[in-house]
């Protein structure tokens, strides 16, 4: 059985909980608290010197970090990951973007506002430019494409980037900005049997 | 005929055009100059709406873009790729990290200081010690391995970091602290047949 240590909050560890449970894969899932220090201690860096969540250990000890990794390796094969290998390129290219021009942005300055209990003055002035340069790529992506990579179905990439643009609003991002986005969330939430965080009245979904 | 758009200055870029020879796959390369602000003009933003470099165009017109999900397309199948579904993701997992902790430190800095002429007291002062976790990172990593993965074989992850690492002492950064790294920087250069950057006499290669 896999076991996952992760930390509820971290939207980079839903992305895993997610592919777990819509592809039914047996797991035990182990919660580690990052403000208290948990990713810091002896026997969390013993599993993961990279000391950070999400980190998965299979049975014979072996470990894989960095969520968007994991999800690919727990994914393999499946509906969530296109046959075409230029299909699955253009996941992997929103999967890379996600980790260097979004998370950076919208799951930081979330971080630093609601966990880290920042003031927006202390917080560095150009994430909110930088996290609505994303959400408008996303969108000009989304017009006219129910999922980002711009195939028929849901994959990696959209679960990628469902979880730090389904938070933004606790970073102080409006998504309903971005109405292409704003309904996208909805699509993913409903596809992956998620509660809607965001009203959806207004959007087709 | 692939065409690759890149700046011969970015490690990024160099991570394609080194896969591309390695590998002999045909291709055209067209020099995009970012600091002449190429990568901003309206005919550049149509094939990369993300503007940046590198991106590559096919014959039918699709794109890619992501240095990372680029070189994973153009080395698919080949001797670069772990055939192990895990071994794929250990190199996935060191390619994501590449982008998320190790670029944005030690080519941040580089580009700060080589290009844009900052003097130290102008770059954030974060960045030499985020660099130094990276490169010390990789140091525990390659004690004990020659491939940053684990496996027998040079991998699509050493390319990916060896970009930025063999370049890292224009960031200001001295990687002989680091003697694993230094004589993996050579190992790498050996089997791509690029020149050696650093001096080699002191580590074993």
Redesign the interface.
Known sequence: MIRIFGDSISGNCQKVKWVVEQLDIPHEWVEVDILKGETRTDDFLAIN??GQVPVIQ?DDG?T???????I??LA?GSDLVPDD??E???M??W???E???H??AIAVRRFQKLYQEKSDDEIDPQLIPKGRRALG?ME?ALLGNDWIAGGETMTLADISLLAYTRLAHEGGFDVSEFPAVHGWIARCERELGLPHLHEVTDVQV
Request: aromatic share 20%; proline share 3%; charged share 25%.
């Open positions: 010197p990279f299979l072996r894989l970090a960095q969520s968007n990794a994991i690919s390796w393999e290998t230029f699955r390129a253009k992997l290219e999967m890379f973007w980790q260097y021009s998370e950076t790529r000009m």
